[in-house]
């Protein structure tokens, strides 16, 4: 099949032929290489769930380091043979563990588990497309991230084992192969599998932009998606713009690593030789790093953003509160995200002048954030709450944004960051607004969309126990973390029994360790809900969640092409809820405004995409055209 065969399933054609074509299709060709948005969105999220598996034990595991630096368990040497001689994880190990751990969450989790997920099952879907832009390239694009997971994960298995030094892999650790064990076959191995997975990543970011651009179906106007499609749209602008600055970076580090070139480098003794390179900065590294690395943050909270909003609105039975200033705050959100990167390279010795300009635009970021904020909470104020496991987390993500956010605005003045940087402040700070946030958005649209994904519905109760356990849990691991870093621990380091002033917290370190495991196990019962509600749970119906948007109009059963027949029309926006006056609690956008006049009336708190004056005066002609009658 080639890109040009979606091209078979636009217009009346399913009227006439059916689906019997498409049920010959080979497991490969149905399963593996598949070119439909919703099995790749399948496969992004369960490769995105195993290596999200894989990272939480890495973190278990120097966690217990942190928590027992002077006991010896056998079984580590057991499991992991030379990495943990005599019964503990060696010091190198445990920097390559944190590294991995931090790479994988951030990149192949909450990147591409996250948006290459819900943007390919939600894209199509709900603007009313029959497929992307050009599924081969969707394709592609799961194919690379699979292969960069692979080429991430191999690197265990390499002499001295994978890249350590931190997710930000700054130079020179980086580029001097011999400088420690991280930095030989395990920091290539890094190096090579992020140009894969940032090719996959462009190639699924052009795709979403041009299926939003060119295939929404005939009346989706801009101002008519849902913000979930929004979020996901500029996310992918945000990547397309921001990830190549980090191959460029990337590659001129292999260079450095391995034909001689000193982009990084300058002045360097290693074992007391004084090395060849010369008029290259390390900071050059930073610059180009962070300047994908903070927009990287928002490619990571962008998407949990959109859907949340949308859950909350589904679930509180109410229109999102401030539809427009929602877009116009993402829109903020991604524009500014690309003027601040400085505020990670406060203590560089960068000109104080530059310090300050990079504190004014990182504060003013805060302001699009603190609009979609009071949006969340209004569009719960008297809403008719339904709570489901969706909807938890959807509020639970709000949580984590708001009280993981207001450490950065600590963080964000260079003379308070110049104590706080490099400090468990900065880990408490990230963990909660997009480790925890983040996630939460991805596990809310999990539970929301699981039905539409699988035909069948979660187990609510072990829904619930997942939420309570999970937020419960997430607090009390990184709360504490604040008052480690105000108390001036470093972050990265392997044990802090050596400095007196830090005994003190090992009681903390223990308790955390002992809550990031209880985190750990829940997520054992999410597993067990998931996929034993692919094959044996409840027979979902079409439309569980009385939504509007457009994906709940398809068949339960998938259908290559969406849509049996014709792409529906759309008419409204999509939060048509509880309007005043109604008969029904939910309109959806494929209900033009003549079937539903009594409810034509907007909510007064309410902006009217539409046009109230249009939308009035169109009404009155209807009603009056029903008197002649
Ligand atoms: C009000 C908005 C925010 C402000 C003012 C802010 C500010 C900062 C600053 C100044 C730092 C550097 C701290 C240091 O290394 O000394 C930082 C670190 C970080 N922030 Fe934020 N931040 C904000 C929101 C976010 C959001 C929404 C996310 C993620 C979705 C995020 C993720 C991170 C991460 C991952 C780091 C640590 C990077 C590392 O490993 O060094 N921040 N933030
Ligand atoms: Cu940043």
């Not at 078979?8 to 593996?32: C, I, P, R």
């Not at 030379?82 to 563990?97: K, T, V």
């Not at 990547?239 to 450095?256: K, R």
């Not at 909807?391 to 708001?402: D, H, N, T, Y």
């Amino acid at each position: 099949m080639s890109t040009l065969a979606v091209h078979d399933h636009a217009g009346t054609h399913h009227d006439e032929h059916g689906h019997e074509h498409h049920h010959d299709q080979s497991f490969l060709s149905k399963y593996v290489f598949s070119m439909d948005h919703k099995m790749i969105a399948k496969q992004f999220l369960i490769t995105g769930i195993t290596m999200a598996v894989i990272a939480m034990i890495l973190s278990i595991l120097f966690r217990i380091q942190l928590a027992y630096p002077d006991k010896t368990f056998p079984l580590l040497t057991t499991l992991l043979g030379r990495f943990a001689p005599n019964g503990r994880i060696s010091p190198d190990f445990y920097l390559a563990l944190v590294t991995i751990h931090g790479t994988i969450m951030v990149f192949f989790v909450l990147t591409a588990g996250l948006s290459g997920t819900f943007a390919n099952l939600l894209i199509p879907l709900q603007v009313g497309a029959r497929d992307m832009a050009s599924p081969f390239m969707n394709m592609l694009s799961y194919w690379f991230f699979f292969l960069a997971s692979v080429i991430m994960l191999s690197s265990f298995f390499v002499q001295k084992g994978p890249a350590s030094g931190g997710w930000t892999i700054y130079p020179p650790l980086s580029a001097l192969p011999k400088a420690m064990p991280g930095s030989g076959e395990g920091m290539t191995l890094w190096l090579i599998s992020m140009v894969l997975f940032v090719a996959s990543s462009l190639m699924g970011g052009i795709n979403y932009v041009s299926t939003v651009l060119n295939m929404r179906t005939k009346g989706m106007d801009l101002w008519k998606m849902p913000l979930t499609i929004w979020a996901l749209f500029l996310t992918a602008i945000l990547g397309i713009l921001a990830f190549p600055v980090l191959v460029a970076g990337v590659v001129l580090l292999i260079f450095d690593r391995s034909v001689g070139t000193s982009f990084y480098l300058s002045d360097i003794v290693l074992n007391g030789v004084q090395q060849p390179f010369e008029g290259g900065s390390p900071i050059l590294f930073q610059h180009l790093f962070w300047f994908l690395g903070h927009p990287e943050v928002y490619i990571v909270i962008m998407p949990a953003m959109g859907i949340s909003s949308e859950i909350m609105s589904v679930n509180s039975r109410k229109p999102i509160f401030g539809y427009h200033a929602m877009v116009y705050s993402l829109i903020g959100i991604t524009v500014l995200s690309f003027i601040v990167w400085g505020h990670h390279m406060f203590v560089t010795g960068m000109n104080p002048f530059l310090g300050g300009v990079f504190m004014i635009t990182t504060l003013i970021i805060a302001v699009p954030s603190a609009v979609k904020t009071f949006n969340w909470l209004a569009t719960l104020w008297r809403g008719n709450i339904r709570f489901t496991p969706a909807m938890l987390f959807a509020i639970g993500m709000v949580s984590f944004f708001i009280s993981g956010g207001l450490t950065g605005i600590f963080l964000g003045n260079a003379a308070l960051d110049i104590n706080l940087h490099d400090t468990y402040f900065v880990v408490a700070h990230f963990h909660l607004v997009m480790g925890s946030a983040a996630i939460f958005g991805m596990l809310a649209g999990v539970y929301h969309w699981f039905p539409k994904m699988f035909g069948r519905m979660m187990d609510e109760k072990l829904g619930y126990l997942h939420f309570w356990l999970t937020f419960i849990c997430a607090y009390l691991v990184f709360f504490p973390m604040h008052f480690m870093g105000l108390d001036g621990v470093p972050r990265r380091y392997y044990a802090f029994t050596e400095f007196a002033s830090m005994q003190k917290w090992l009681t903390i370190n223990t308790f955390v360790t002992w809550a990031a495991i209880i985190a750990a196990l829940t997520q054992f019962g999410f597993l067990y809900n998931f996929f034993v509600s692919i094959f044996k749970g409840r027979k979902a119906t079409q439309n569980p969640w009385e939504s509007n948007t457009l994906e709940w109009t398809t068949p339960v059963e998938h259908l290559h092409g969406n849509w049996p027949g014709e792409i529906p029309t759309v008419y409204r926006w999509p939060y048509d809820y509880s309007k005043p006056g109604a008969e029904e609690d939910y309109i959806p956008q494929t209900v033009p405004y003549s079937q539903t006049m009594s409810s034509n009336v907007p909510h007064d708190f309410e902006d009217n995409p539409v046009g109230l004056e249009e939308l009035n005066k169109f009404t009155s002609t209807l009603k009056a055209n029903e008197q002649v009658k």
